[in-house]
C-alpha cells in the first residue's frame, strides 16, 4: 500500500489537518480532547494523530527532564524482574525467526529509545550481544553508560554515521514518541544491514482501553482531564493500528514479516489498584477480540539486488 507524502504545516490547526502517516485529511470532530491538546481519527487509516504538534526538538525538551524520567511506569520498568526477562526472550524470539547466523552472541544490537539500558543488559545477559543504545534523554544515558551500555544521546537523526550495518534493531514504545515516524523508520532502515530486522511496540488504538478513553471523554466532555492525559500523554503524538503500521513500514521500504498484538502485563500498570483492576477487565476483553493494546512487528530490510 502507497502513502501519500507527509502533510507539512498542520501543526496546531484541526482545520485541514492531514494524518502524518498516510496523509489524508484528518477528521474535524475530535476523538479526545484535553485541556490544552486534541487527538483526531484519520476515517482513512485509522490512525489518531495529537494536535497541536511540536517538531523532533519539542519531543526531546518533554522526554529529557526529571518528571518524565521518574514516572511510575518507567520505574517499574527498570527493574530486572522474571517478567522482564520473559519479555527480554520474547523479542529476541520474535527477532531469531527472520535472521540466519546461529547465535546471537558477539553481535552489536542497536535499540532506539534505550532509556537506561534494562532491556539492553538483560539482552546481554540472556544471549551474549554487544549493546548499543541510543536515548535523548541525558539522565538515562548516563546511567547506560555506567551499566557498560555503549549510548549515545542522541537521535537516529542524528546519530554518529558510524552507527549502522546492525544486524537487528529495536524501538520498544517508541515511535508513537517521534515527529515524523516515516522519516524515522527510513533512518532506521538505512542503519540496518541488508536482510536486517527491526523490531518495533506501540499502542493499539483499536484496544478497548483506548475506546473507553474515547467514550469517557464524550460521556463526560473531558471532565476527568488528569486521567485522560494519563491514557493520551503529550509525550505519544499518534497511534497506530495494524493496518496504518503494516502500511507505513511499506512505505518507508521494510518487508513486514511479523504482525501481531499482545497485552501489557498487569506488572507495567503503575496505577491504582481500582484502576489495573479496569484496565485488566478491558484487556480480557481485548484478548477475545483480537485488539490487545500492543502492536508487535518484525520488519526486514530487503537484500539489495545487483542491476543486470
Known sequence: MELAEISKGTAGRSNGARCVICGNALARRAAVRMKESQLLACPSCGSWIYLPRGGARAQAVLHDNNRYFEHPYFKLRRLITPGQRRRCRDVFAHLSTALEFPSWRGQRILDIGCDTGLFLKTAQEEFGIVPVGIEVAERAVEIARRQGVEAYRTSIEEAPAELRDFPAVTAIDLIEHVAD???????????????????????????????????????????????????????????????????????????????SERRLPSSDVAASPVVRLVIGALQACDCLLGTEILLCAVLRRPTETSPE
Open 181 to 259: 515516524p516515516r522519516e524515522f523508520l527510513g533512518q532506521v532502515r538505512d542503519r540496518i544491514r541488508p536482510g536486517g530486522v527491526l523490531y518495533l511496540e506501540t499502542p493499539n488504538i483499536r484496544s478497548l482501553v483506548y475506546r473507553f478513553g474515547q467514550v469517557l471523554f464524550r460521556a463526560t466532555g473531558g471532565r476527568p482531564g488528569a486521567l485522560l492525559e494519563r491514557l493520551f500523554p503529550p509525550q505519544h503524538i499518534q497511534y497506530f493500528t495494524a493496518r496504518s503500521l503494516e502500511a507505513l513500514a511499506r512505505a518507508a521500504g521494510f518487508d513486514v514479516l511479523h504482525l
